[in-house]
């Protein structure tokens, strides 16, 4: 819950001047024009979280959760700016967890994406063990990224990866290995 506390001020910070400075092509747009257009695109959903965001080119990347036919779901869409809206451009299809009582302590999932500027590897998930602090992932290449976990969810983009993900790792406070796959 505090995570949730928490996140929802970085969002709001997020989307009223710093980070990216909430801004989607040339124009602004606010959280209210953002999740309206999360609720209608996942309008036949319930529960819709935003999990974490970045800014990729012209568009925002939204991690978000959802409760559909009883399962939870976690997906990612790319949002932009059309007549000072916000549009939402596709999304991944989303990822179930079916087990709502005893849910893993995170979901993963990888999508490729292509950008205006190249191809884009994006790793996401939502994180339900509070104890995780950090996703590690290393690729079939041998590279590794980490980053922080943001609110309840990751968002890892990877710039012209030519390689898929080989070994998740999530980490705790002390930088210890607490959830691994394989």
């Known amino acids: 819950m505090v995570r949730n506390v928490c996140y929802m001020l ?12 909430g801004k989607v092509s040339d124009v602004t747009l ?32 939204i991690v978000v959760s959802y409760n559909y036919n009883n399962a939870r779901y976690t997906d990612y869409c790319f949002i932009h700016e059309n007549d000072g809206k916000a549009v939402i451009r596709g999304s991944s299809g989303g990822l179930a967890e079916s087990d709502l009582e005893a849910p893993r302590p995170l979901t993963f999932s990888s999508g490729g994406a292509i950008g205006d500027d190249g ?54 406070g002390a930088g210890e290995v607490v959830y691994r796959v394989p």
């Open 10 to 21: 970085v969002l709001l910070l997020l989307f009223t001047g710093a980070g990216c400075n």
């Open 30 to 61: 606010d959280e209210e024009e953002i999740y309206t257009a999360l609720k209608e695109w996942y309008k036949h959903s319930e529960d819709i979280s935003v999990l974490a965001t970045t800014q990729l080119q012209e568009h925002l990347v």
């Open 119 to 172: 191809s884009y590897l994006i790793t996401y998930g939502e994180i339900v063990d509070e104890t995780i602090e950090e996703i590690r992932l290393e690729y079939s290449d041998g590279v590794k990224i980490s980053e922080k976990v943001s609110g309840n969810g990751y968002l890892i983009i990877r710039e012209e990866a030519v390689a898929g993900v080989k070994v998740i790792e999530a980490l705790d």
